[in-house]
């Protein structure tokens, strides 16, 4: 399994600031909560490898 396996799973996630000050990315879904923090430089890096990720998916969909 890869990051191009598709799987028919349904998920919601949330994203948004904790009173720790840290950015939480928190996923639910088939009955399980995955609460992920960051600390706002991580999360930083991690949005720079979604855009990346958005501008090389438009390319291949040319």
Do not use: C, H
């Not at 799987?7 to 996630?13: F, P, S, T, Y």
């Amino acid at each position: 399994m890869g990051i191009n396996t598709e799987r028919d799973i349904e998920a919601n996630l949330q994203i948004g600031p904790t009173d720790q000050g840290m950015v939480r990315l928190f996923i639910e879904g088939a009955g399980i909560e995955i609460p992920m923090d960051f600390d706002p430089e991580e999360a930083e890096e991690i949005a720079e490898e979604i855009r990346a990720a958005a501008q090389a998916a438009r390319a291949v969909k040319g």
